[in-house]
Each structure stands twice: as C-alpha cells, then as structure tokens.
C-alpha cells in the first residue's frame, strides 16, 4: 500500500537555525506531492506543492523542498527558521491514478525557540 | 472569499450516542473531501465527494460512520453509535479542480472526544 513517512515527529530548533524535514514517500507512479503547515489553533494550509518540471520547489514564508525522484523524497527547507514558524508540518502525497485523495505522513512538530 | 467552515469546533460525547458534524465547502467548489486524524496518527482519508455523488468512499472505517451531501453544498458526517475509537479530528476539505489534485482548503477541524 501506499505510504508517506516522515522521519522526524518532534523538531526543536533556535530561531536563525537551518530547517530539513525529512519526506519519503513509496508509490511507483506519478506523484504530485505537498507540504501543509498548522499553526496552533489554525486550519492546514498549503505551504508549497510540486506537480511537475523544476524539482526545486518555493512556497511561501521562505520554504522550499526539492523532488528527488530518484529517492522518493520531497524534503522541506527553509534556510534560517523563525519563532513564528512554530507549527507541525505535513508531508502529501497525490497519485494521479486516483480521484483526488491525499496520503498524509504522521507530521512534523517544529518547535522553534526564540 | 469564505473558507471551509465545519461546525462544531468541539464536540464531547458518550460511547453508544450519536454525533454529526458538519462541513461548508467554500461555494462553487465541487468537490468536497473528509479527513480524519486519530491521536498522533496520520491524517487519513474517508470519503469524497463531487457535487452530491460519493467518488470514493475507500476510507470509511465502517457502517457506523454515514455521510451525505444533499444538493451537492454542505456535507454531514454522522456517526452512530460512536465508540471511543473515534475521537479524534475530523477535517473536511474542498477544491474547485476535478481530476487533479491542486491542493484543497482545509476547514479547522472539528474535534471529536467520546468517553
């Protein structure tokens, strides 16, 4: 079945630090894939998403996540992190063989100190 | 414009009632999608929508949970009788696209604890 993992469940980071979050996904067709963000109290949000061409993806708020086909990934980023960026994080995944449906990983929590 | 709005935001029940949450897509969007999150698990699917018709309905856990979507604009979900397995957060999400996924807008949720 398909699956998206998500290695890292609970980030804690100082503000100005690099943020990686880790994305795997097992699907063997075409993939669109995205990244959602909850603040606390806050519905999900779209923070980026990727359907095609450069596998270098930005979104808003300084993120960006590369598509590595090659390794079924699709890492979030961002180079120097905020407090503001509190929040848990989700990677998705779309296959297109399918109606619409997303497969969400378990989330990220990222807890940035300032 | 309107985002997705579900009602209630909280919902406290006991085991053996019965619970129906709701979800107002935002308008024109035809497709309506519900979600649910049971405690530090996965966001998982349940069914979808377009307009009043159930697409996929893969995701529902079993013949306790019902939903509808009379006249193709809000969604109910009812679930009865519910058991304490199904607390957890419920989301509704909708999208104007069929036939590819661009990404939805996601409701706040509707919190769901049965005791």
Redesign the interface.
Known sequence: AQS?SQHNHHVILSEAASLELGCNYSYGGTV?L?W?VQYPG?????LL?Y?SGDPLVKGIKGFEAEFIKSKFSFNLRKPSVQWSDTAEY?C?V?L?S??????????TTLQVKP | EAGVTQFPSHSVIEKGQTVTLRCDPISGHDNLYWYRRVMGKEIKFLLHFVKESKQDESGMPNNRFLAERTGGTYSTLKVQPAELEDSGVYFCASSQETGRIYGYTFGSGTRLTVV
């Open positions: 998206v669109n995205f959602y806050q519905h999900l949000q779209l998403k359907f989700f998705a779309g297109l399918n109606t619409g449906k997303l497969i969400f990983g378990q989330g």
